[in-house]
């Protein structure tokens, strides 16, 4: 089976493996697992930022991030297609006991203007606008980057009103790459960011949440409470010291072989529509003599998996498990449909 369903189904590759098996460990709750040190150290330098939190996943560290920065009756302000809204299980209220004022982006992505009007005036009957929460890149997007300018604008409106601002960059790498950003920058507009290393970075579990010390001491406790307070973990935050170092440059690749399958696919009569390709996600509007549901069964007749999204969108995703031969054999495939 080639696996499009999502970026998180890669398996540690052999080298990932030995480094892991070689990782010095300690117990992290008493913050002596020196591999979980070097991660978290690693991942805030990266984005210019002072601290570090490794966590088992996305959601946690984004769930910790909305708790550590608002107060039960806070309003947080993010897309209606957010990660923290859509996939986290009510979390926001259930974490953190927070209202959300969603807006409508362009696929995922908002604007200073848009979050302007977001934010509730001083009046005793609205709550308190407190977190304005990004997502980049955007999943339900279909891998949409942000241009870093309209961080810029974001940032001074926050600050103007006092507002945290948080980014959800679980597929982080893959804007940075895409867009030849410096990824330290990041560090300067964000209050806290959240990154995922086993997505389509290869490593089986773990997400970091960056911020500034006081920030970090503060989410550090959170995640106790949380029940994310693990020991030996260092064995899986080596995987990610080892993603960092070894699976970043070539996400570059994946985004090329998303291209090369949007491009097979647009010329499909089934295919109505297809979100432009930015990174490594291809979302199509599938129509005519199939549903989103027969055609992705069709394909996994045929030996490839993919997601039917909506009962008329299938998203693909690339990783570091997809090889230019299995891209080629998807494109027979599709080609025979
Ligand atoms: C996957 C993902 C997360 C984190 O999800 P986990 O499965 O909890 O690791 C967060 N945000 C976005 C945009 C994601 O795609």
Redesign the pocket.
Known sequence: MIDYRSD?VTKPTPGMLAFMQSAPVGDDVFGEDPSINSLERISAAKFGMEAGLFCP????T?QLAIKTHTQAGDEIICDELS?IYQ?EGGGIAFNSGCSVKLLHGDRGRITAEHILAGINPEDVHKPITRLVSL?NT??RGGGACYNFSHFEAIKQLTDTHGLALHL?G??IFNAIVHKKEASVEYGKIFDSI?I?L??GLGAPVG?VLVGSNDFIKKARRWRKVFGGGMRQAGYLAAAGIYALEHHVERLAVDHENAKILSSVLVKKGFVNDLLEVETNIVIASIGGKYSAASFVAALKEKGVLAIAMTPTQVRFVFHLDITETDLAKTIDVINTL
Do not use: F, I, Q
Request: net charge neutral; with cysteine.
């Open positions: 998180t996943s996305g959601t946690m984004n990660h996939y997502e955007s999943n959800d679980a597929r959240s995922c086993s997505k997400s």
